[in-house]
């Protein structure tokens, strides 16, 4: 009896561990108050750049107090972005974002 519990323990703590272990293609943390504009959009996939742009409408939207999304502002606020971007490329991404979604 007390091996089968010594195996379960063993097995529990193993489990665990494989639990907590980050994924290893996990992206590191993004500090968008340091991250050019040109580095947001010149150097993140398309695949990242769409979770980080909600990210950012989300962070505004909080601070304005809205819980609403509308599809049709968020596609017209990042077009914004990407055009402030194109032609302010060393901006930071968080002071250019706040730009197109503060408002």
């Known amino acids: 009896m007390k091996s089968v519990v010594a195996l379960y323990l063993v097995i529990m703590a193993g489990s665990f561990g494989a639990a907590t272990a980050a994924p290893q293609n996990a992206l590191p943390p993004v500090d ?6 040109d580095q947001f959009w010149q150097k993140t996939t398309a695949a990242d750049r769409g979770p980080f742009l909600f990210w ?3 962070y505004f939207g909080h601070k304005k107090n809205s819980p609403v999304l509308d599809p049709v502002e968020f596609t017209e606020k990042t077009k914004a972005l990407s ?6 490329p060393d901006d930071k991404i ?3 974002a706040e730009k197109a979604f503060g408002n």
């Open 32 to 37: 968008f108050s340091a991250m050019t504009c």
């Open 94 to 96: 968080l002071s250019a």
């Open 56 to 58: 950012l409408s989300g």
């Open 83 to 88: 055009q402030y971007c194109s032609t302010q």
